[in-house]
Structures are given as C-alpha cells and as structure tokens.
C-alpha cells in the first residue's frame, strides 16, 4: 500500500489542475451575475487559466530540472491553493482572472514535473503512468459535475474552496512520500522564448476577444494582434538561435511531431472550446440548474472514457493517421452534429454530437502523447511531451477567444438576447469548431500518412543499397 502513495499523490494534484479547467464552465453563469461580468471578461475566466498554462508549461519543466522536480511541484500545489482561495474570495471578475492566471502559473509547474517524479520513483512505470493517464482522461467530466454540484448545492466560489483541502493532502503526502529530486544546476533556462511565446500567445488572444467585442478596427486590437505576430516572429528567431531553447524549431521538420501538434490543438479547440457557451445557452436561455446543466454535459466524457478504456488496446498499435488523424474528424463531426439546436430545442439536442465528440476523444486523446514522443529522440521526449500538452492549452485559449468572437458577431452584443439570437450564435460557434476539427484532422491523416510513405521509401532504398 505504502508503494502507491507517490503515485496517489501526483494523480491528486494531477486531477486537481486538470479537473480546474473544466469546472469553472458550468459555473460562469453565477459568476456572469454575481460579479457582473460580460462575455468577454467570461472568456478570460477560462482563457486566463490555459494561457498560464500554455505559456509557462515548457520553460517551467526546464526550471524543474535546475531546482529539483519534488520542489517544482511542492511551489507549484502552494501557488495553486493560494490562487484557487484567491479566485474563491474574489468580488470583482478582474481580480477572478487574476487568480486565475496565478492558477494556471502553479498548475504548469505541477504538470510540467509529474511525469518526472513518477518517471523517478517506478521502476516498473506501466501500471503507474496508466493510472494517472486515467485520471487525467476522467478529469473533464468529474470537472463539469462536481463544478454543477457545488455551484448548485454552496456557491460557484466553492469550485475554488473545494481545493484548499485537497492542495493540503496532495502539499503533505509529496513532502513526505517522494525522494529528493536529481537538480541539473547545467540546465539552461529559455526566459527570452519565455517571454516571446506568452507575449505571443496573450496579445493574439487579446486582439481576438477585444475585436470581436469593440470591432476589428479598434485601437487596442489592432495594436494587440500586430503585437502577436512581432512577438511570433521574436519567438522564431530566439529558438533559432538559443544554444538551448525552449521548443527546437527543428522538431517541426518531423511530420509526425508536427501532425500531433496540429492534432492536440484542434482537439481542444474543436471539442471544448465551444462548452462555456454551452453551459450558458443551458442555464441561461434554458433555465437548468448548475448540476443538470453539468449532467447534461457528461455525455461526451463518459463516451471518451468508455471508448478509451474498452479500446485501448486495440488503438496502441493503430497507426497515428487514424488515432490521431481520423479521431480528430470525428471530433469535428461531432461538433458538427451540435448545429442542429435551434430556438426549440432542449438539452437532448446535445447528446448525439456529444457522444460522437467523445467518442473522437476516445480514439484521439490517448495516442497524442505517446506519437508525439515517440516521433523524436529520447532524449527530447520531455520536451515532446510538454510541447503536446502546450499545444493543447494553446488551442482550448485560443478557441474560446475566436468562438466567444464568432457568438457574439453573430448574436449580438452580450447584453440579454432573445433565444432565436442565442442559439443562431452557438450554432455559428459550432460550425467554426466542427470546421477546425475537421481540417485539422484532415492534414494530420495526410502529414502521418505521408511521413510514413517517406520512412518507407528510405527502408526501401537502404535494402536495395545493402542488396
């Protein structure tokens, strides 16, 4: 028994950061009232959260590697509780983002050097790595129940309080349970791609909020989104020429990375983008509780978790263009199948695209990693690793800020708004979703399919040449 507390500590603060990017979902209805925030101050509730994440997840494993994993992800679960009883007391929706963005600067940490503690601490790592691969699966859908629970039953500052208990357990059994971690004090840390690759990712997700909300030829947009491409640029050339960067641009030129990439991005983007609309068209305009309206979102975990668990086996051995590729259309599909709720529709509407979504979840989500890393050097597998979970963050970001953009030209500004304005703009939001997964997962099935015709070729060539 006692063998198991490392790996039940890292799956406690592993589901608590995990868990903290879907519960606040069903809950922005009661924060929109309470702290009487708009659509766009909504999306940065979300968005301040997965940027953090996004932005700070690889330099943060490279810190990881100079301080000592154990003390990486000790600062990290005490920066999380502090944020997450921020967020808890906040009155006003900027100081709420604030600690939201605290949140995802701890949750990085934690995500960044869980694999690494468990990595140390197993030997035989196959039974512990698919445990807390199952506890990240299920996080999504015990986040939007336990997010309509509590905000039902206490209050939405209760999916922040609900933390402080865990953080503390989670704090006590890492100090006591994990052996101290190897420090590189050599490893070098990339702050100049750092600061290009959150200058980027933030400005474009500002200019694309701040547009849709003031218009696209407002001051500060315009000034936001020339700044995200000045910083891509920066971002581009720092990589280049860093003796040790953040994300070797090299990585790109393989196929097979850059097919993941693309694949866990629009995963996200595609399947979750989408559900903080969701939840308010379903308590809003339709009147439900917190906890129906995260029931009626389960669907599309339970499919995930379902598909993912019975064929698991089967889809390891699948070739990437169909797990990662095809998964991803189906997901679009899905998302597709969402448009079909009009002004008289009810939450049944849902389960159909909900459960082909999971479904491509199912199929997609469990090979993102493994491909990615197994497609470079095993020494760069770390860095695959965070690269695919960054890509992941990147694309929910950006998605919320382009869907919320998408509901709001069509439906109006975020003032209350009649049903048949609502779901016109949801249904607009989906069409976008469905049409990023599915062209995204199109050009992933071509990139794996011809990636694999070239290593076949080479294998070719290299038989005739020793023939």
């Given at each position: 028994?006692?063998?198991?507390?490392?790996?039940?500590?890292?799956?406690?603060?592993?589901?608590?950061?995990?868990?903290d990017?879907?519960?606040?979902?069903v809950?922005?209805?009661?924060?929109a009232t309470?702290l009487?925030?708009?659509?766009?101050?909504l999306?940065?509730?979300?968005?301040g959260?997965?940027?953090?994440?996004?932005?700070l997840?690889?330099?943060?494993?490279?810190?990881?590697?100079?301080?000592?994993?154990?003390?990486?992800?000790?600062?990290?679960?005490?920066l999380f509780?502090?944020?997450?009883?921020?967020?808890?007391?906040?009155?006003?929706?900027s100081?709420?983002?604030?600690?939201r963005?605290?949140?995802?600067?701890?949750?990085?940490?934690?995500?960044?050097t869980?694999?690494s503690?468990?990595?140390?601490?197993?030997?035989?790592?196959g039974?512990a790595f698919?445990?807390?691969?199952?506890v990240?699966?299920?996080a999504?859908?015990?986040?939007?129940?336990?997010?309509?629970?509590?905000?039902?039953?206490?209050?939405?500052?209760?999916i922040f309080?609900?933390?402080?208990?865990?953080?503390?357990?989670?704090?006590?059994?890492?100090?006591?349970?994990?052996?101290?971690s190897?420090?590189?004090?050599?490893?070098?840390?990339?702050?100049?791609?750092?600061?290009?690759?959150?200058?980027?990712?933030?400005?474009?997700?500002?200019?694309?909020?701040?547009?849709?909300?003031?218009?696209?030829?407002?001051g500060?947009?315009?000034?936001?989104l020339?700044?995200?491409?000045?910083?891509?640029?920066?971002?581009a050339?720092?990589?280049?020429?860093?003796?040790?960067?953040?994300?070797?641009?090299?990585?790109?030129?393989n196929?097979?990375?850059g097919?993941?990439?693309?694949?866990?991005?629009?995963?996200?983007?595609?399947?979750?983008?989408?559900?903080?609309?969701?939840?308010?068209?379903?308590?809003?305009?339709?009147?439900?509780?917190?906890?129906?309206?995260?029931?009626?979102?389960?669907?599309?975990a339970?499919?995930?978790?379902?598909?993912?668990?019975v064929?698991?086996r089967?889809?390891?051995?699948?070739?990437?263009?169909?797990?990662?590729?095809?998964?991803?259309?189906?997901?679009?599909?899905?998302?597709?199948?969402l448009?079909?709720?009009?002004?008289?529709?009810?939450?049944?509407?849902?389960?159909?695209?909900?459960?082909?979504?999971?479904?491509?979840?199912?199929v997609?989500?469990?090979?993102?990693?493994?491909?990615?890393?197994?497609?470079?050097?095993?020494?760069?597998?770390?860095?695959?690793?965070?690269a695919?979970?960054?890509?992941?963050?990147?694309?929910?970001?950006l998605?919320?800020?382009?869907?919320?953009?998408?509901?709001?030209?069509?439906?109006?500004a975020?003032q209350?708004?009649?049903?048949?304005?609502?779901?016109?703009?949801?249904?607009?939001?989906?069409?976008?979703?469905a049409?990023?997964?599915?062209v995204?997962?199109?050009?992933?099935?071509?990139?794996?399919?011809?990636?694999?015709?070239?290593?076949?070729s080479?294998?070719?060539?290299?038989?005739?040449?020793?023939?």
């Open positions: 028994m006692k063998k198991w507390l490392p790996l039940f500590a890292a799956c406690l603060g592993t589901l608590m950061l995990l868990i990017v879907t519960i606040v979902n809950a922005l209805p009661d924060i309470d009487r925030a708009g659509l766009s101050s999306q940065w509730v979300v968005d959260y997965a940027l953090a994440l996004a932005a997840l690889l330099v943060l494993g490279s810190l990881a590697d100079r301080v000592g994993a154990k003390r990486a992800y000790l600062a990290g679960l005490v509780a502090l944020a997450s009883l921020g967020c808890g007391i906040a009155d006003t929706a100081n709420l983002i604030v600690g963005v605290l949140q995802g600067i701890g949750g990085a940490a934690m995500f960044a869980t694999l503690l468990l990595h140390s601490t197993y030997t035989g790592r039974i698919g445990v807390w691969g199952a990240s699966g299920a999504a859908g015990i986040g939007v129940v336990l997010g309509g629970v509590l905000t039902e039953a206490l209050s939405w500052r209760w309080f609900v933390n402080l208990p865990i953080a503390v357990l989670a704090i006590a059994l890492t100090a006591s349970v994990f052996p101290a190897v420090r590189r004090a050599d490893r070098a840390v990339d702050v100049p791609g750092m600061l290009a690759f959150a200058t980027a990712a933030t400005a474009v997700t500002y200019g694309v909020i701040r547009g849709g909300e003031h218009g696209w030829s407002e500060r947009a315009v000034s936001a020339m700044l995200g491409v000045v910083a891509v640029i920066v971002f050339v720092v990589e280049s020429r860093s003796a040790a960067p953040m994300f070797p641009l090299a990585l790109l030129r196929r097979d990375f097919a993941t990439l693309l694949g866990a991005s629009g995963q996200t983007f595609a399947a979750f983008a989408s559900t903080p609309l969701v939840s308010i068209w379903l308590q809003q305009q339709l009147r439900m509780t917190p906890l129906h309206a995260g029931l009626a979102l389960l669907p599309m339970a499919t995930a978790f379902l598909v993912a668990g064929f698991g089967l889809m390891h051995d699948a070739p990437p263009k169909w797990t990662i590729g095809a998964g991803l259309v189906l997901v679009g599909i899905g998302t597709g199948l448009t079909v709720i009009d002004a008289g529709s009810s939450w049944p509407a849902l389960i159909p695209g909900l459960v082909v979504i999971g479904a491509g979840i199912g997609n989500a469990p090979a993102l990693v493994s491909v990615g890393m197994a497609a470079v050097p095993p020494q760069q597998g770390g860095t695959a690793a965070g695919v979970n960054t890509a992941r963050q990147l694309g929910l970001a998605g919320v800020a382009v869907l919320g953009t998408v509901f709001r030209g069509v439906a109006g975020d209350p708004m009649t049903l048949p304005h609502f779901t016109a703009g949801l249904d607009a939001a989906f069409t976008v979703a049409a990023v997964g599915i995204f997962g199109v050009i992933a099935f071509v990139l794996f399919h011809r990636q694999r015709a070239i290593v076949a080479d294998n070719v060539e290299q038989k005739v040449v020793v023939a």
